[in-house]
T-cell receptor, first 110, second 115 residues
Framework: GENVEQHPSTLSVQEGDSAVIKCTYS??????FPWYKQELGKRPQLIID?????GEKKDQRIAVTLNKTAKHFSLHITETQPEDSAVYFC?????????FGTGTRLQVFP | GAGVSQSPSNKVTEKGKDVELRCDPI?????LYWYRQSLGQGLEFLIY????????KSGLPSDRFSAERTGGSVSTLTIQRTQQEDSAVYLC?????????????FGNGTRLTVT
C-alpha cells in the first residue's frame, strides 16, 4: 500500500529562521499533496497544497516544492514566528483517499 | 458556515462496551472520511464514504469496527467490544469532491478513552 514518510519528527528553530519539512511517497500515481497544521488540542487545518502538474507553490511565508521523479515534496516556512509552533502533517493522495505522514512537531523559540 | 461537527467530544468507556461516534459533515460535501489519531501519532485512515456507500474500508482495524452513512450526510462509526488499544482521537473529515484530490475539512474529533 501507499507509504508516506516524513522527516524530521521534531524541529526546533529560532524565531526568524527558516524551517523545512520533507516527505517522500511511494505511489507514483499520487497527484495531490496537501499540508496540514495541527495546533495543540485542535483539528488539522489545510495550510497549502500542490498538484503534480506544478513544481512549486508559494503563499506568503510558506512554500511547497514537489519533485515527482524523486517522489518527494517539502514544506518551507520562512521568517518563522512563535505562532507557527504546531504539528505539521504532509499527505499524498492514494486511490481515493489521503495517506498522511507521521507529523513534525515544530517549535519556534522567541 | 458550519464546519464538520463531531459528537461526543469526549467518551470514556469500559473495556468490552460498544461505542458510537457521530460525524455531521459540511452541507453539500459528498465525501466523508474517518481517521484515527493515537497519542503523538499520525493520522491513520479508517474508511471513506462517497454518498452513502463505502468504496474503501481498507483501514478498519478489525471486524469490531463498522461505519455507516445515511442520507448522504451524517455518519456513525461504531466500535464493538472496545479494547484499550482503541483509545485514540477519532477524526472525521469531509470534502466537496470525492477521490481524495480536494481539501479535507476536519472536525474537532472524539477523544475515546477505554478503561
Amino acid at each position: 500500500g501507499e507509504n508516506v514518510e516524513q522527516h524530521p519528527s521534531t524541529l526546533s528553530v529560532q524565531e526568524g529562521d527558516s524551517a523545512v519539512i520533507k516527505c517522500t511517497y511511494s505511489d507514483s500515481a499520487s497527484n495531490y499533496f496537501p499540508w496540514y497544521k495541527q495546533e495543540l488540542g485542535k483539528r488539522p487545518q489545510l495550510i497549502i497544497d500542490i498538484r503534480s502538474n506544478v513544481g512549486e507553490k508559494k503563499d506568503q511565508r510558506i512554500a511547497v516544492t514537489l519533485n515527482k521523479t524523486a517522489k518527494h515534496f517539502s514544506l518551507h516556512i520562512t521568517e518563522t514566528q512563535p505562532e507557527d509552533s504546531a504539528v505539521y502533517f504532509c499527505a499524498a493522495r492514494h486511490t481515493d483517499k489521503l495517506i498522511f505522514g507521521t507529523g513534525t512537531r515544530l517549535q519556534v523559540f522567541p | 458556515g458550519a464546519g464538520v461537527s463531531q459528537s461526543p467530544s469526549n467518551k470514556v468507556t469500559e473495556k468490552g462496551k460498544d461505542v458510537e461516534l457521530r460525524c455531521d459533515p459540511i452541507s453539500g460535501h459528498t465525501a466523508l472520511y474517518w481517521y484515527r489519531q493515537s497519542l503523538g501519532q499520525g493520522l491513520e485512515f479508517l474508511i471513506y464514504f462517497q454518498g452513502n456507500s463505502a468504496p474503501d474500508k481498507s483501514g478498519l482495524p478489525s471486524d469490531r469496527f463498522s461505519a455507516e452513512r445515511t442520507g448522504g450526510s451524517v455518519s456513525t462509526l461504531t466500535i464493538q467490544r472496545t479494547q484499550q488499544e482503541d483509545s485514540a482521537v477519532y477524526l472525521c473529515a469531509s470534502s466537496f469532491s470525492p477521490g481524495g484530490s480536494s481539501p479535507l475539512h476536519f472536525g474537532n474529533g472524539t477523544r475515546l478513552t477505554v478503561t
